[in-house]
């Protein structure tokens, strides 16, 4: 009996579509987030340089409190959160001893790249942002959509895309890769949201696209696209993403690459009074390209390492352009976009808004409970 009703609430779940019930709330002129934001507050600190890279600390005073969400990497290190394949069954038992069946979704339609199954069993909300990595089960995934899973929250049919482009086979469950996807294929799936366009862009390493001027070569970038593709398709026949990191090419570069980054951040933040570090702008060469801003100083420590991580790949994979980009245009980052909006949202628990403006893009993450606030806001340049 307990079976079948379960069944029953995710076949509806299911059949909602892959918004997994969320309420599309249109376009321009929809209602406004649930409280004002902190960006009144915000303050662009000097740029930390290093060859094609340039790291604009954003600092804020207001500090709400965030410990009450879990982070995908907290959850998955101590099992409070479970990511298995669509077409698991199993019984699963959260951490006050009940039980939540994970139905087998393969009498419906099979197992598939594009969605796993989660189970948040905290006590505490779940944040999930696009472009986190898990990794295990028979391909390698990242979250397509940021949002947040209550707790209590029945098993999440949850949209993802693959970084695989090969194996399809039976692995270990998903663990926390503490990896985020760099910019060019994080872009694709959290505004483009076509799994043609993730695979290419982790093949290729960066979307970027050089105009040189008066016919001037394209500078050499450190990474280069053949040593992105000896890595991926080595030594297995796959695509794995880690192997970024982890391949004898490329891995053992981008960790002196993020060792010095983190060197120069941690100097050029370490006096401040007041204050804390909430987010960046990332500026490559002179384009102002990405921002991640956080609620507060304690969730963006959360998400600093492997944001740090994904931002040198970018960098090494673009042409090695020493320019530095103004503090006006880092500056312009941290307005608020006016363009076409969409809106989704699940009462009582999260809105998510997007915003587009010609090549620019805007994305937030609203909390509702406890208290309203703007958990995550990411400004990007569209390559």
């Not at 209602?31 to 600092?59: C, K, M, Q, T």
């Not at 986190?132 to 397509?144: A, C, N, P, T």
């Not at 391949?247 to 993020?258: A, E, K, T, Y």
């Amino acid at each position: 009996m307990e079976r079948s009703i379960l069944g029953a609430i995710i076949g509806s779940l299911l059949s909602i579509s892959t918004l997994g019930g969320l309420a599309l709330v249109g376009f321009s002129g929809s209602p406004a987030p649930p409280a004002p934001g902190p960006e009144g507050s915000w303050r662009l600190l000097d740029p930390i340089v290093y060859e094609n890279i340039s790291i604009f600390p954003v600092v804020s005073s207001y500090a709400p409190d965030t410990s009450e969400f879990l982070t995908l990497d907290e959850g998955l290190a101590t099992g409070e959160v479970l990511v298995a394949e669509r077409g698991t069954e199993g019984l699963v038992r959260n951490r006050d001893g009940s039980a939540v069946m994970i139905p087998d979704y393969r009498r419906a339609s099979g197992a598939t790249v594009n969605q796993l199954v989660l189970v948040n069993r905290s006590k505490r909300p779940l944040i999930l942002l696009a472009g986190e990595l898990v990794s295990g089960g028979k391909q390698d995934r990242i979250i397509g959509k940021d949002r947040i899973v209550p707790v209590g929250a029945p098993p999440l049919p949850l949209d993802v895309f693959c970084v695989e482009h090969g194996r399809w086979s039976n692995g270990s469950q998903f663990v926390a890769a503490k990896t985020m996807v760099h910019p060019s294929v994080r872009e694709k799936a959290a505004v483009d949201q076509k799994q043609t366009e993730v695979w290419s862009a982790v093949r290729g390493g960066t979307t970027y696209e050089y105009n040189g001027a008066n016919g001037a070569p394209k500078p050499e970038s450190r990474i280069s696209s053949a040593d992105l593709s000896a890595a991926m398709s080595g030594p297995a026949p796959t695509q794995s993403y880690q192997k970024i990191y982890e391949g004898s090419r490329v891995g053992q570069s981008v960790d002196s690459f993020v060792r010095e980054l983190q060197a120069r951040f941690a100097h050029a933040t370490s006096g401040l009074k007041h204050e804390q570090v909430v987010g960046v702008v990332v500026a490559y060469g002179g384009e102002v390209a990405w921002s991640d801003i956080f609620a507060s100083g304690h969730l963006f420590s959360h998400y600093w390492d492997k944001l740090l991580r994904s931002y040198a790949v970018e960098a090494m994979a673009r042409p090695t352009f020493r320019e530095v980009a103004s503090r006006d245009s880092a500056g312009d980052f941290l307005r608020r976009l006016n363009g076409r909006e969409v809106q989704e949202s699940e009462p009582g628990v999260y809105r998510w808004r997007e915003i587009t403006d010609g090549r620019f893009a805007q994305i937030e993450l609203d909390a509702i409970e406890p208290k309203p606030m703007t958990l995550h806001r990411l400004f990007l340049h569209r390559t």
